[in-house]
């Protein structure tokens, strides 16, 4: 008798079904399942949501689209809890949703040279942006990044991956356009790499911690979804954000949360990291929040009891 084993379907084939299949990538799916949330949604936040969705489904596609909308859904009654700070939580959930990889640029790039039907105008401006080698790295599927950047440091060049490269994005030229579309065309493979897979993981720890919040100082739930205001942009300005978030969430909001450091007030206790770099650039930035950090820990009351992780 053959015994048939079940392949798990390639990474083309996950593409060919995302893109060429199912009718959930079609746009008006989004659109409507956007219709119904808005039904639900206050009157100064729907027009948030909707402009999302509208700038999601051309960052990648109407199925990234749905995923916005059942995270906002978490949050909107009467099955979810309503959030105070749900017009910021939209707001800053799509801006980190569209995180800039190359392919942003490109997008955004060739947009303003009038799109798919863009030629070639010697009158373009160039546009230079500096990534960092790790993040181009990321931009290939999981294993294929991970043994790449494991290559790097077992050839002891690991520090080189956070030296900077600087790309051009131009319409100015026949060939410089051509790349602009090609590169601006790996959106399809976007889903698929490494970077996509982190910031997904980021989003939904960030979600995470709000909702700790709401169940252990609702007070603080704001101050815990306007953090994500620290990750912007690309390149040295995206990792030192990302490296400040991690003090605010991992120094204060989860010791709080798990019960091992008691704030009277948690919001506060955020805000205080976070206006402690005021004034302050680069490194120095980190390090005022880090001392800052220490001062709340020496002034805070110790738990005896450590809660569920974060």
């Given at each position: ?5 079940k392949?798990p379907?390639?990474p083309f084939?996950l ?37 999302a ?14 995923l ?27 801006a ?16 303003e ?5 863009a ?119 995206y ?15 989860k ?24 004034g ?24 005896e ?6």
């Amino acid at each position: 008798m053959k015994v048939r084993v079940k392949v798990p379907p390639s990474p083309f084939r996950l593409l060919k079904e995302r893109y060429f299949g199912e009718d959930v990538r079609d746009p008006r799916v989004a659109r409507a399942a956007l219709a119904r949330l808005s039904a639900r949604l206050p009157a100064d936040i729907a027009p948030v949501v909707a402009e999302a969705v509208t700038a999601l489904i051309d960052y990648q596609d109407p199925d990234y689209a749905l995923l916005y909308l059942d995270r906002i859904e978490r949050y909107v009654g009467p099955a979810g809890i309503t959030l105070p700070a749900l017009a910021d939580l939209a707001r800053l959930m799509a801006a980190r949703m569209q995180f800039e990889d190359p392919i942003r640029i490109a997008q955004q790039t060739l947009a303003e040279a009038g799109g798919a039907h863009a030629r070639p105008d010697p009158g373009s401006s160039n546009r230079i942006e500096t990534f960092r080698w790790d993040d181009i790295i990321r931009m290939l599927p999981r294993q294929a990044a991970e043994r790449a950047l494991n290559a790097f440091r077992r050839l002891r060049l690991g520090r080189l991956l956070g030296r900077s490269l600087k790309l051009r994005f131009s319409a100015a030229g026949r060939l410089t356009l051509l790349r602009l579309k090609g590169l601006a065309a790996l959106r399809i493979t976007r889903p698929f790499s490494e970077r996509f897979r982190m910031e997904r993981t980021w989003v939904e720890r960030w979600l995470h911690m709000v909702d700790r919040s709401l169940v252990k100082q609702p007070g603080a739930a704001a101050d815990i979804v306007r953090s994500a205001e620290l990750i912007a942009g690309h390149g040295d300005a995206y990792h030192q954000g990302l490296a400040e978030w991690s003090v605010i969430i991992d120094g204060v909001v989860k010791p709080a949360c798990d019960g091992t450091l008691v704030f009277s007030d948690l919001g506060s206790a955020i805000r205080e990291v976070r206006h402690a770099a005021d004034g302050e650039a680069g490194p120095r930035r980190l390090r005022a929040m880090m001392d800052a950090q220490a001062r709340l820990y020496a002034g805070a009351v110790r738990g005896e009891i450590a809660g569920e992780g974060g």
